[in-house]
């Protein structure tokens, strides 16, 4: 298991942009898929994005594609949600997740991960 700490989350306007920030500690960071996920109220947890173990693979939702970017600082032990031209559909607590997975495999699905932070809001609203 890893620790996972959640950070960067707030209040922003349509079409504004956020970064989360997810610090792990605990075991090798390089062997852990990472994946961030969100759950806005009355709805259930959807997938937002992952990255393979070693940084080099990722996956997006067709919801947030070409909109977010995931990445792993290995330097600092965190993984990264860049967040450009939100919409109000956008808010909701959003998850950081991990997993060992020291291959190329890396799941999509929240049952898939073992480790789970605590949550930041991102609320986007004028």
């Known amino acids: 298991q890893v620790q996972l700490v959640e950070s960067g989350g707030g209040l922003v306007q349509p079409g504004g942009s956020l970064r989360l920030s997810c610090a792990a500690s605990?075991?090798?960071?390089?062997?852990?898929?990472m994946a961030w996920f969100r759950q806005a109220p009355g709805k259930e947890r959807e997938f937002v994005a992952a990255?393979?173990?070693?940084?080099?693979?990722?996956k997006y939702s067709d919801s947030v594609k070409g909109r977010f970017t995931i990445s792993k600082d290995m330097t600092k032990n965190a993984v990264l949600l860049q967040m450009n031209s939100l919409k109000p559909e956008d808010t909701a607590n959003y998850y950081c997740a991990a997993r060992y997975a020291p291959g190329n495999w890396y799941p999509t699905r929240d049952q898939e991960y073992t480790s789970w932070g605590q949550g930041t809001q991102v609320t986007v609203s004028s």
């Open positions: 990255v393979q173990g070693n940084g080099g693979s990722t």
């Open positions: 605990g075991r090798t960071f390089s062997n852990y898929a």
